[in-house]
């Protein structure tokens, strides 16, 4: 079975300071490990994935994040915080013959100007 | 590529009613799923089809729900005989194939009163 916990329901930084959205997930096959983010009233929109090569990936708005095998992590960082980064954030996991997604909980994340 | 559209957006309905949603996915994309977003909570993984063929239900699925892909494009849950528990945002989206990034629509937000 598949799991996924993002550790902070609420995040807040300052505007410029560096975001750093936390996941750890649980599989028991090889994963693909997903961030969406979600405005209000929005639907969700992919910031990156990770499927398989490199470890580190680079999403849009400058997001990144890097799978950590030995940690069974894959958190998702920022350098500088802008106001338009304020959303709910999810990581997901996707596994399986049916590659259903398997989400956390979301992290709200609040820049403070 | 239009996107991922659902209609309607928003439907309240009173408690005991049955209401039906439409998901029309990005065209050629086999893969459709739906989920479900309560507040402050993950999407929650419901059905998925390939083509026309429903693969898998979730245990959250109960008999009052039902979805249909007839031709393998477009997609409808029917939820009869509505509960309370039923509010929620009812999230569609479509990949590719296995495996690929799952698009996602902006969501039928339904209130039973």
């Known amino acids: 079975a598949q799991s996924v916990t993002q550790l902070g329901s609420h995040v807040s930084v300052s505007e410029g300071a560096l975001v750093l959205l936390r996941c750890n997930y649980s599989?028991?096959?090889?994963?693909?490990l997903f961030w969406y983010v979600q405005y209000p009233n929005q639907g969700l929109q992919l910031l990156l994935k990770?499927?398989?090569?490199a470890t580190l990936v680079k999403g849009i708005n400058g997001f990144e994040a890097e799978f950590k095998k030995s940690e069974t992590s894959f958190h998702l960082t920022k350098p500088s915080a802008h106001m338009s980064d304020a959303a709910e954030y999810f990581c997901?996991?996707?596994?399986?013959?049916?590659?259903?997604?398997?989400w956390g909980l979301g992290t709200s994340l609040a820049v403070n100007p | 590529d239009t996107g991922v559209s659902q209609d309607p957006r928003h439907k309240i309905t009173k408690r005991g009613q049955n209401v039906t949603f439409r998901c029309d996915p990005i065209?050629?994309?086999?893969?459709l799923y739906w989920y479900r977003q309560t507040l402050g909570q993950g999407p929650e993984f419901l059905t998925y089809?390939?083509?026309?063929?429903?693969?898998?239900k979730s245990r959250l699925l109960s008999d009052r729900f039902s979805a249909e892909r007839p031709k393998g494009s477009f997609s409808t849950l029917e939820i009869q005989r509505t509960e309370q528990g039923d509010s929620a945002m009812y999230l569609c989206?479509?990949?590719?194939?296995?495996?690929?990034?799952?698009?996602f629509g902006p969501g039928t937000r339904l209130l039973v009163l």
């Open positions: 065209s050629e994309h086999n893969r």
């Open positions: 599989s028991s096959v090889p994963p693909y």
């Open positions: 997901a996991v996707n596994a399986g013959n049916n590659r259903k997604l398997i």
């Open positions: 089809f390939q083509n026309e063929a429903q693969l898998e």
């Open positions: 990770y499927t398989t090569g």
């Open positions: 989206a479509s990949s590719l194939a296995p495996g690929e990034t799952q698009y």
